[in-house]
């Protein structure tokens, strides 16, 4: 009876391994009872596994999905992403890649890692797979340059972060229209002087004068009847847009704001991502992919200038290095407390938030940064997230082929899932005001590579704050410059001092410091005029 038993069970096993190798023979798949996006190698055959390592958590859903979409569409390899911590990033990829069974096969890393990364022998020079186009026909020269090391293409571009001029459109509509309305007031009393010096009075009968019909319909006419329509509105708001740090003041001095209204011009002057377009095109370090250790100029008249005007926009706007952030700031214009900005793109779906949650109450707009005043121009900086194929991955191929895909061809709806504007060209977007940051992304400074200028931006932040807090421009500027050198070569270096005359407020920014109140407070002539 017990042999019996024993034989049935062998004979039940041998039938179900009989079924499986039959299915498997077939080509068919074992399918799990339900459907996750869990991502899981097959039950029988082999797949090559592919690690993408990341950092930012806010890509998670989107590269599982884009993993997913994928696999489904490959037999001999699956993608698994990896969320890891960004500090020591690196570090961490470098001792995956040595000591661990599971090889980070391709990262996301932000370009001003990337000399880093190639030394270290993390990063390998792409391969651009047979039938797909150019770099040129994806992406700008800002993004191939970013994603460039010694001529070198180590990364595709994937997505950026640069910053923008934010403006309340609501506040520059209603001005707009009171201004317009003004002028037609004024256009419609000259031409009832100029008719009645020429014509005299009208009269129903001989000396008696007519009562002006018109008058009373005009005085009670709305801005419609008067002639304002909503495209002379859109044209008059375009005109006020500054295109100068100069025109901003200048508005500043004529703008009769709102009550809630506490600045016309704010921004996170302790950030130095919202701070340099002072100064971004007239200091180069590394050149246009970052990577030139022979191409560093930091000490400049032209920097110096741009340093100086603004240094002198602290009397005008009183801004406290100590006590700024960004958070803050964009909180404020959220509510409604100031007119114009500078921000990131996070800025775009948190207002968007804010609109659909009702705290956001005004239609808002983007615009290229303005430029420090008529001679000086200003350009942003720029950090771009690229998707590098690790040098020590066995499966290089199979990794670029799916860096590909995930930045060339996958990219449509990375910015409705995640809030990234993608550096692949030719995306439309719903919301329009993404177009202001990819054009100041296409004229952006690139953060560099260079392992010997890590410390560049804590030190440019640290001479920003002492210059907007009355240091000289001159002196910081010249100091930062031989510490930076000295980094690259090795040795003491000293730069030759440049004479640049000091310049009057009103030579700097024309006759707006005249106009200002008296006190140049910025609070106040930032806002109201009384």
Not at 124 to 145: A, K, L, N
Not at 338 to 359: R, S
């Amino acid at each position: 009876m017990i042999l019996r038993r024993r034989f049935l069970t062998v004979l039940l096993i041998a039938c179900m391994v009989g079924a499986l190798y039959a299915i498997s023979s077939a080509g068919l798949s074992v399918q799990p009872a339900e459907e996750t996006e869990e991502i899981e190698a097959p039950l029988f055959g082999h797949r090559e596994t592919l690690y993408l390592w990341y950092t930012d958590e806010t890509l998670t859903d989107y590269l599982n999905s884009v993993a997913v979409s994928y696999n489904d569409g490959q037999e001999d390899v699956q993608v698994i992403p990896v969320y890891t911590s960004g500090a020591e990033y690196l570090e961490t990829i470098n001792q995956a890649s040595l000591h661990s069974e599971e090889v980070p096969d391709l990262y996301i890393v932000g370009n001003d890692s990337l000399e880093k990364a190639y030394l270290a022998g993390l990063a390998s020079e792409i391969r651009i797979p047979e039938g797909v186009p150019p770099m040129q026909d994806f992406y700008t020269e800002t993004s191939i340059h970013a994603a460039t090391y010694h001529d070198k293409q180590i990364g595709y571009p994937f997505y950026f972060e640069t910053s923008s001029f934010l403006y309340n459109k609501t506040y520059l509509e209603d001005w707009a229209r009171a201004q317009i309305e003004a002028e037609l007031d004024v256009a419609a009393a000259e031409a009832a002087e100029a008719e009645l010096a020429q014509n005299g009075p009208e009269t129903d009968e001989p000396g008696e004068e007519t009562t002006d019909k018109a008058s009373g319909d005009e005085a009670e006419a709305g801005p419609e009847e008067n002639g304002i329509d909503e495209a002379a509105v859109a044209a008059r708001v375009e005109e006020t847009l500054p295109e100068t740090i100069d025109d901003i003041l200048a508005f500043a001095d004529v703008y009769d704001a709102p009550e809630q209204v506490e600045a016309i011009f704010k921004w996170d002057v302790s950030d130095i991502f919202y701070n340099y377009f002072f100064v971004g095109n007239y200091i180069d370090v590394g050149g246009s992919a970052g990577d030139r250790d022979d191409s560093i100029n930091i000490y400049n008249e032209d920097a110096i200038r741009c340093m100086r005007v603004y240094q002198h926009l602290n009397q005008f706007f009183s801004i406290d290095t100590e006590e700024i952030s960004y958070g803050d700031v964009l909180q404020d214009f959220i509510d409604g407390k100031i007119v114009y900005t500078v921000v990131t793109t996070d800025a775009l779906a948190k207002i968007e938030e804010a609109k659909k949650n009702g705290e956001f109450q005004y239609e808002y707009g983007t615009s290229l940064i303005p430029n420090v005043n008529e001679e000086l121009v200003s350009k942003s900086l720029s950090v771009t997230q690229c998707v590098v194929v690790n040098g020590y991955s066995e499966h290089k191929d199979m990794a670029n082929d799916f860096a590909v895909y995930l930045s060339c061809y996958n990219v449509d709806n990375l910015y409705d899932r995640t809030g990234k504007i993608p550096a692949r060209t030719g995306i439309t977007f719903e919301n329009p005001n993404v177009e202001a940051f990819i054009a100041e992304y296409g004229k952006s400074a690139p953060n560099p590579k260079m392992i010997e200028t890590s410390n560049y931006w804590v030190e440019m932040e640290i001479a920003f704050a002492r210059i907007w807090e009355g240091n000289d421009a001159n002196a910081e500027l010249k100091a930062l410059s031989e510490k930076i050198m000295t980094q690259i070569q090795g040795e003491a270096y000293t730069e030759e001092y440049i004479d640049v005359p000091e310049e009057s407020p009103e030579e700097e920014n024309g006759e707006v410091e005249g106009e200002m109140d008296g006190d140049g407070d910025g609070s106040e002539a930032g806002t109201e005029n009384e």
